[in-house]
C-alpha cells in the first residue's frame, strides 16, 4: 500500500502498530469557517437575506447529548445481557478477575440483538461493546484475561489467517473483537485493517487500526508505522481534511525519519508530500482560477412559447384550495413532483399521477383521484403536516414503471410504495396491499418513510408500524414487490401536541455506501447498517430540534421552514442535516463517531452536491465548498422570499446538466450551478398565468412546468455552439 497507493498493494513493514485518531484541539486544525457576508444587492433593487454559518466546532467542545431527549430510540439489548454487566461490575469492582472474566463470557454468549449506548449519543453492538470493556479493564484484570485466552486467541488467527475473502474479515473481525487484549487480538485488528483496506473500505481500515490504541503498550515505530498506514487509508478516500490532521501528528512526531516502502527507505517527509499532492484540491474550489467557457446545457426561447396547458383540477376542486390559501395568507399550494422521459411526463400530485403526452398534452392514463388530491392539499395548507411525496422513473429490460410514494397518516391516509406500468398506469404492485410478513411484521402495516433506493434485485425502504413507533429497514423485490427481509432499525416515538394532535412522522433519507446503508430517522437519530449481514452497525441519537406550535386555528406548524434533510458521503465521511435542525454534524461512516459538527441556518436544505460543491436553498440558492464551508456564489435571482408566501423552501429547484432551473412568480430561471451566473431569465409571462411556483423537467426538447393548477410544455431551442474565437 505505501510502495504503490494507486493499485492498493499492501507493502509495510509487518509490525504490530497501535494509535488513535487524533482530534485536533484547534479550529484551525479542523476546518476554515467563514462567517458569510451580508447579501449583496442584485439587479432589479432585490436584496438577499444575510446567512451566517458559525465556526466549526470540534469533538470534545460538543456538549454530551443524552438520548432520552431523543425521539429516536435504538433497538435495546437483551435484559440478559444487561444483568451480566451488572455482575461484570461488581466483580471488577471487588477484583474478583476470574468470576468478572467469566461474565464477561457469558455476555458474550447472549443473543446479540439490540444496540447498548456507549457515549455522546453513540449506541454500538453488544460485541464491540465488550471490546471496550475488556480494554477498560484495569491492569490486573487485562493480565487476568491474556493469561486465560492467549493460547485460545492463536488458534483462531491461524484459522482466520487460511480464509479468504469475506469470510476471513470476518475471522478477523471475531478475533480482535473476542480477544482485543491479547497479542493475537492486536495483529488480528492490524489485518483486518489491511483486509479492509485493499477492499476499498477504507473508514473501516482506519477504524480498525484505531481500535489497537489501548490493548497494549506500543514503541514509537510501530506507531509510526500504523499512523502511515491511516494517512494512506485516508488518501485513498478521498479524506483531504482528515490526511491534513493525520499528516500533521506524524510530521511533529517522526519527520525526520525513514520509512521503508517496496523494500527501500524513503524520507516520511518525501512520502506525506506525495499523499497531500494528491489531494490538491480541483479548480472549482479556486475563485481565482481561469475556467473554460461553460456551454448551457441548453436554450431558453425569449418570449416562451406554449405547446401545451393541461389544467389538473375543475374549477370546483381548485376553489377548495384556494380557501385555505386565502385564510392563512398564502399565495399558491406547493407544486406537484414531476419526472418525463422521451415520450411522456409523469405527474404525482400527492399520490394521484397522471401520464401526459409530450408532444400533445393529452392525458394517456391517470391513477388516482385528482379531485381527491385537492382536498388532500387544502389540508395539508389548513394544518401544516407534511406528506410522504415522490416519484422516479424506474425503465427496466421488461419494460417502463414509476415508482410513486405517496400518503400521510395526519388524515389516514397510509404512506406506500406503488409502481406503475407507464404504458397504461397499471399497478404492477403497492407495499400496502401485500399482506406477505417477514418476522411476523405484514408490509401492509406499514407507513413508507423513504423514498425506494436500488440494491441489487431489490428496493430498500425505511417504515414505521402504522400509529406505531417500530421502524425497520425492509427489502423488497423490484420486480414483484415481495418483501425479502427487513431489519428493526429502532423505534421513532410518536410525538402529541398539546391539543392532542399527533405529529405525523417526517420523511427519512436512506443512502448507501457500499454495501452499508445509512439510515436519517428525522426525528433525532442516525443507524448504520450492513446489508451483507443484516446486522446494525451502530446508531446515534440526539436531541432533535424538531418543534411544533398549534396556532389560534387549531393548525398545526412546524418550527424552522426546511421540510427535508440531507445525509451525503463525502471524502470518507458522513455529511447529516436534520430536517429543521439547527445543526450540521459529520460523522465517521465506519464507526459512528461524532468527528464535527457546525451551526447551520434551519431553514437552508442541501439540494445538490457535485465534489467539493454543495448546493443550499433557502430563501435564496447558495453554494458553498462542503470542506471549508466558503461561499462560491449565492443568488436571489428567483425572489424566492417575496414570492411564495414564506414558503420558499419548497419551491423545487430542477438540475439539468451544469444549470439548474427553478419557475416562481417572478419568472423562469436559468442559472449555472458552477458559477452561479444567471443564464437566462425570462419574466412572468402570460403565457403561464397562473404559474406560482412550478416543478420544472426536461423532456423530448421540451421544459415542462408542473404548477399547482396545471401542466404546461414549451418547447426549447438547440443549445448555441461557442464563439470558439474568443474563448481565451
Known sequence: MIGSMKTRKTRWVTAVAATTIAVATSLADVARAESWLAAPQVAGGLQQREMNIARIMVQGRVSTVSSNDAVYAPPSPPREFREHLDVIALEVEAERWEKALAAIDAAKRTDHVGLIAADDGLYQPLDQYISQLLRSLPPEGQRAFRMFNDKAAASMLVDADALRGEAQIEAYRQVANDFTLTPSGTKANDLLGDALFESGRFSEAVDAWRNILASIDHDAADVKQLRIKRAIAFAEAGDASSLRREVAVIRRQFANEQ???????????????????????DDTADPDRPREIERPSLQLPDPLAQSWRLQLFSDAARQTMVQPLTRYGRTTPPPPLAVADDHRVYVNHLGAVMAIDLSTGKPAWQSGDFEGSARRIADMIRYGHYPINDIQLDSTLEGGAVLVTSGNPFNQRQPHLRRLNTDNGQTLWDTSQNGNAVDGVALSSQDVLSSPTRFGDDLLIITRTQGQSPMSLFAISHATGEPAWRIPIGEAGSQVTGHGQRIPPIPAELTL??????????????????????????????STSIAWSVT????????????????????????????????????????????????????????????????????AITSVNIDTFEPRWRTAHTMLGASNGGESDRTPVSFHGPDLFQLTSAGLFQISRTTGKLIAWIEDDPIMPDAGVATVVIGDNHLIAATAWSVYAMPLNPPTEPDVSSTP
Open 513 to 542: 455506501i457500499g454495501h452499508t446503508a445509512y439510515v436519517l430517522t428525522n426525528m433525532g437519530g442516525l443507524i448504520a447498517v450492513d446489508l451483507d449481514r443484516r446486522e446494525l452497525l451502530w446508531a446515534r441519537a440526539w
Open 259 to 281: 520509512v521503508a516502502v517496496a523494500g527501500e527507505a524513503k524520507s516520511v517527509n518525501a512520502l506525506l508530500d506525495d499523499l497531500l499532492v494528491d489531494q490538491a484540491t
Open 552 to 619: 389560534n386555528y387549531g393548525s398545526m406548524t412546524r418550527a424552522g421552514k426546511a421540510t427535508r434533510g440531507a445525509l451525503h458521503p463525502h471524502a470518507g465521511r458522513l455529511m447529516v442535516k436534520e430536517a429543521g435542525d439547527d445543526i450540521l454534524r459529520w460523522i465517521d461512516p465506519a464507526s459512528g463517531r461524532l468527528l464535527a459538527r457546525l451551526p447551520f441556518d434551519r431553514s437552508a436544505t442541501p439540494i445538490a452536491f457535485a465534489g467539493n460543491q454543495m448546493i443550499l436553498q433557502n430563501d
